[in-house]
């Protein structure tokens, strides 16, 4: 099956630096991504959509200058927290999908825990 | 897109079969209805997903009434493993792709 896989699964970085989370599709290719942030005890919440090629589609209320996201190849995504702070903390899940347009499922990484101290 | 109801918790004992619902009362003619679940501390993980026939792979059965209205997800044998939080989901489109917005889900615990 599809496989998409996260890089760090855990992170934890000092109040002002900048994170880098990646996000590979193994055994497919995917013009799209999404990235997602869940809080404790909360559901996941979508953040943005990677576009291979173009630029990413950000959800109303998340911050395209501090969330920088590039796709710049069909099996690579990537999300870079800039300036975290605590409240950046939180659990960050990518997924793709082998298809484009039809009903193939998407599938997840095993996020990445990010802790800013 | 159409909004899901889950309950927020279910029990299940261990070996039995667990039932678990959802309410899509809106889902429009060509939109699927999938299944994932998330153990704790992990990402997402997809169970089956189906139209309006019934579907039945190595993890699950989804069984969707005729007026596409409601579904129910089955695992035949629970595990103390399928222990996780189920979330019933119909995508929204979004130009090429499809965005998945997750509810609150159902947890669900197999008890030994």
């Known amino acids: 099956g599809a496989v998409v896989s996260q890089h760090p699964s855990r992170v934890i970085c000092k109040s002002g630096t900048s994170v880098k989370i990646e996000c590979r599709s193994l055994?497919?290719?995917?013009?799209?991504m999404f990235w997602y942030r869940q809080f404790p005890k909360q559901s996941l919440m979508l953040m943005a959509t990677s576009n291979e090629g173009s630029k990413a589609t950000y959800e109303q209320g998340v911050e395209k200058d501090k969330f920088l996201i590039n796709h710049a190849s069909l099996t690579l995504s990537t999300l870079t927290v800039t300036s975290a702070h605590p409240e950046d903390s939180s659990f960050y899940i990518c997924?793709?999908?082998?298809?484009?347009?039809?009903?193939?499922?998407?599938?997840f990484g095993n996020g990445t825990r990010l802790t800013v101290t | 897109d159409a909004k899901t109801t889950q309950p927020p918790s279910m029990d299940c004992a261990e070996g039995r079969a667990a039932n678990l619902p959802c309410n899509h009362s809106?889902?429009?003619?060509?939109?699927?209805v999938y299944w994932y679940r998330q153990i704790h501390s992990q990402g997402p993980q997809y169970i089956i997903h189906g139209l309006k026939n019934n579907e039945t792979n190595e993890m699950a059965s989804l069984i969707i009434t005729e007026d596409r209205k409601s579904s129910t997800l089955i695992l035949p044998h629970a595990t103390l493993r399928d222990t996780a939080v189920y979330y019933c989901?119909?995508?929204?489109?979004?130009?090429?792709?499809?965005?998945?917005?997750f509810g609150s889900g159902t947890q669900l615990t197999v008890l030994p």
């Open positions: 997924s793709a999908s082998p298809g484009r347009g039809d009903n193939s499922p998407l599938h």
């Open positions: 989901i119909v995508p929204v489109s979004s130009g090429s792709a499809r965005q998945l917005t």
């Open positions: 809106t889902i429009s003619g060509n939109e699927y």
């Open positions: 055994d497919f290719q995917a013009t799209t």
